[in-house]
């Protein structure tokens, strides 16, 4: 009964249509081959275990190491990727990924981190905001998250267009 019915399928179906449905499915096997593998490339900067473990977990992997390391080498567009994947993270996983966006803002430069921030939508700029303010209370504790304005005064203003800290 069911060889009929697949039969009956194939039938119908053209060899183009069964082409493509080979094709969408090798893609999918392939991806869903590659969930779980989390980031291939070690990160320059330490990132927090659950902040990892949260981005381990995405249903779409993403190389985020690479990524880490492509934003330090001054890639405005693996930085804005990057930025993008807070909304993955909750939690303590938020804390530490707010703290890695800290650590690559003070090291690759106010300009550079700002120029990332306006790519960004409004909602993702907000967010970003506070996993800024979440990333200078975590961590090594030597900068609060007043001290923001002063330290990154062009990554405020991108993330603040409307003046609101």
Do not use: H
């Amino acid at each position: 009964m069911k060889s009929r019915a697949i039969a009956g399928w194939f039938a119908r179906v053209s060899q183009r249509q069964i082409g493509q449905i080979v094709s969408v499915m090798a893609v999918v096997c392939v991806g869903l081959s590659a969930c779980g593998d989390g980031t291939k490339t070690p990160s320059q900067i330490p990132i927090a275990d659950i902040t990892q473990s949260q981005l381990n977990d995405l249903l779409i992997p993403v190389d985020y190491g690479a990524l880490v390391n492509r934003s330090l080498a001054g890639d405005r567009d693996a930085l804005v990727q990057l930025i993008k994947l807070g909304d993955q993270t909750d939690g303590g996983g938020a804390y530490g990924f707010g703290a890695l966006l800290k650590d690559i803002a003070l090291d690759i430069g106010d300009e550079k981190f700002a120029v990332a921030c306006k790519a960004l939508s409004e909602s993702e700029r907000k967010l970003t905001f506070l996993m800024m303010e979440m990333g200078f209370e975590y961590g090594d504790r030597e900068l609060r998250p007043e001290d923001i304005p002063r330290v990154l005064p062009l990554t405020v203003a991108a993330l603040n267009p409307d003046g609101g800290t």
